[in-house]
């Protein structure tokens, strides 16, 4: 996590299998809070979901390899990330 994304991949090291993406979340984007609130019932929650997310409530949620990334996610990525590229 920083302070543009959070990231999480799952890997098993002893089978040596492809790293997956489980959750990624770009914190770079435009959001907004529910504007359905009001003070007699505020939306308290509300989460900021856009790309994958680990908890797998929508069908866009499952896991990828990270190679299956926009190139832009994984420009961003591999900007804090370095590491991961290769």
């Not at 994304?5 to 799952?10: D, Y």
């Not at 990624?24 to 989460?47: H, M, N």
């Amino acid at each position: 996590m920083n302070k543009a994304f959070r990231l999480a991949l799952l890997h098993d090291w002893h089978r040596k299998t492809v790293p997956r993406v489980i959750d990624f979340t770009r914190y770079d984007l435009a959001v907004r809070e529910p504007g359905d609130a009001y003070p007699d019932k505020p939306i308290k929650d509300w989460s900021l979901i856009n790309r994958i997310n680990q908890k797998g409530l929508r069908v866009e949620d499952s896991p990828v390899e990270l190679r299956e990334l926009k190139d832009e996610e994984k420009e961003l990525i591999y900007r804090y990330c370095p590491e991961l590229k290769g």
